[in-house]
């Protein structure tokens, strides 16, 4: 009897964790169906959704991502006609070391602007060498020639090795890991063979709903993704992406650049333009980022004006490195590209608060001195920030958060997403940056329009940020070494305008942010060299990028 007594127990006690297991199941599964119909349309079909979807199946067995470095191998010179350039490959030693080598050269006094390219040559199938010589002024195709060797390696090596030391006074195999400059003699313009990529280590994921990308995000990603939009820009700045192919910049080369103009602006500073030492640094900076000038004589930097577009340039090519580190590989599906930026992007419709109260922002605020040009709001972007504890770091605390703009060309907003907004480095002139080397923001829409361009749909860009002033140092005039200098106490500057936006229809958020979205007014304070606000920030921490505003130059209106 006890013995029946204990089967009948534990059968009823399994019998319920039965019920309970069926009970559950049938929740979750009412809770799946529930999510499935909220994401149907009135037809009963589903909804094309933001990408990625927040709520996706994934299999347990999914691998986490990893990086890979691959090296590519380097292109044969395309002058190269009297070969079938296809059937060989740049000759690759047992340390894996290629042997190309891209020189270049600039002395402005002798109106010099010349490479030297000299690569060895292996056909792929072995057995035949060949050296493949070009020179001439950048910009043109100057005169080449190719030596022949059938099976003489030891011969290719030696005239190969014999002309790198011949034009840089350097060996060839020593210049790898420290090249020497040598006055007079051609630089070697350092090439990044390898690239990193982000590669899962399982492609293929189970029962995953597939996303769809919304075709506004879609669009958003072409704009900032193309190569042919770099590549124009670059070229606009006289930049000789040939000799230094976009792709293949490398930090250092873009670092020597910097340090060769800080050299300028101090030459510039002294008014000393006439001594050998600003020539010669001329002839480095011009050295070490390749610039194409046809015949013309590569233009001295004598004034802070064209210190500028250098600066620019340069600043143009690191947010370019950055986008092609990211990027990996520019044929990757748009998708790709996507999942590598820091934020969730997502589309804000015009029916929503947040976009009205934008639109109102960029109209209203655009000064009235920037009369050739009005704005008009095509699209608004949501940022969510995927490192959550990123934001946590944000200094919420510090007081007076103002949603601010931030203008920047088409060609860097994708360094921006996918890395945030950058302050300029140590190493990089203070030329440019009024109150020195920071975050720079206004309150004006057309201010930040300016520093911003449109691409072939007429798109431009613009973003707000939700900046944690504090106490903020206000200023009349420039201080271009305020990031070495903020006084204790201070968290920021602001460079007081004369015209402001109206202080009264300023409005305050529910999360105490402020939105100066009035219409420009004079300001009470009127001796001040600044015509529009800055405010400026020296810590990133201080940053939380909140919106991607695309907007659009309206050139025909009447005044």
């Known amino acids: 009897k006890s013995k029946t007594s204990d089967n009948d127990k534990k059968s009823k006690e399994k019998s319920e964790k039965s019920k309970k297991g069926k009970s559950r199941k049938k929740k979750i599964d009412d809770q799946t169906d529930e999510e499935d119909e909220n994401n149907k ?3 009963g079909s589903e909804d094309e959704i933001p990408f990625p979807r927040k ?9 986490k991502e990893q990086e890979v470095e691959l090296e590519e191998e380097p292109e044969i010179d395309i002058e190269c006609s009297d070969i079938n350039i296809q059937a060989y490959r740049i000759y690759k030693n047992s340390e894996g070391i290629f042997f190309n080598a891209m020189l270049n050269q600039t002395n402005i006094q002798n109106n010099n602007n010349k490479f030297y390219l000299i690569q060895l040559l292996e056909n792929r199938l072995g057995g035949d060498y060949c050296v493949w010589l070009r020179w001439g002024r950048v910009g043109m195709k100057g005169q080449s020639d190719l030596n022949r060797f059938n099976s003489n390696l030891d011969g290719a090596l030696k005239l190969f090795e014999r002309k790198f030391k011949d034009k840089t006074n350097n060996d060839f195999l020593g210049s790898q890991q420290s090249f020497v400059k040598i ?22 994921v189970k029962d995953q709903i597939v996303s769809v990308m919304d075709e506004r995000i879609k669009k958003l990603m072409q704009t900032i993704c193309d190569f042919k939009s770099m590549e124009k820009e670059v070229r606009r700045l006289d930049f000789d992406f040939q000799r230094m192919p976009l792709g293949k910049i490398t930090k250092e080369q873009i670092k020597s650049g910097y340090e060769a103009l800080t050299q300028i602006e101090q030459f510039i500073a002294k008014n000393e ?11 480095e900076y011009y050295t070490r980022i390749p610039h ?23 600043d143009l090519l690191t947010g370019i490195e950055i986008a092609v580190t990211k990027m990996n590989n520019s044929d990757d599906p748009i998708e790709k590209h996507y999942s590598r930026l820091k934020w969730d992007i997502i589309p804000v419709e015009k029916e929503d608060e947040k976009y009205k109260l934008i639109e109102e922002y960029l109209i209203n605020t655009q000064g009235p001195t920037h009369c050739s040009f009005k704005l008009g709001l095509k699209q608004v972007y949501e940022l969510n920030r995927k490192d959550k504890e990123k934001e946590e770091k944000f200094l919420k605390n510090l007081g007076k958060r103002m949603l601010l703009w931030h203008g920047s060309k088409l060609t860097n907003w994708y360094s921006i997403l996918a890395q945030g907004l950058r302050i300029a480095p140590p190493e990089a002139p203070v030329t440019g940056y009024m109150f020195g080397k920071g975050v720079y923001f206004a309150d004006i829409s057309s201010k930040s329009a300016n520093y911003s361009n449109s691409g072939s749909n007429n798109s431009a860009f613009m973003m707000l ?13 420039g201080d271009s070494d305020l990031h070495n200098k903020l006084p204790k106490g201070k968290h920021s500057t602001k460079g007081i305008g004369k015209i402001v936006p109206k202080p009264e229809e300023t409005k305050i958020l529910d999360d105490g942010i402020e939105v100066p979205c009035g219409k420009p007014v004079d300001a009470e304070c009127q001796d001040t060299t600044l015509i529009y606000n800055e405010f400026i920030v020296y810590n990133l921490e201080q940053i939380r990028e909140r919106f991607l505003v695309e907007f659009n130059y309206q050139y025909n209106f009447e005044l």
């Not at 709520?55 to 691998?63: F, I, M, P, S, Y």
């Not at 006055?183 to 293929?204: A, C, F, P, S």
């Not at 194409?292 to 340069?314: D, N, S, V």
């Open 55 to 63: 709520k996706q199946k994934l299999d347990k067995n999914k691998k």
């Open 465 to 477: 940020s939700e900046v944690a002033l504090g106490e903020m140092l206000e200023l009349k005039d």
């Open 41 to 43: 349309g009135e037809d």
């Open 292 to 314: 194409c000038f046809g015949m013309r004589t590569p233009p001295m930097i004598r004034t802070i004006e064209a210190l500028k577009q250098e600066i620019e340039l340069l």
């Open 183 to 204: 006055n007079g003699k051609y630089d070697l313009i350092k090439i990044d063979y390898k690239r990193k990529i982000i590669q899962k280590e399982e492609e293929i």
């Open 273 to 283: 333009l006439e001594s050998v030492a600003f020539k010669q640094s001329m002839n």
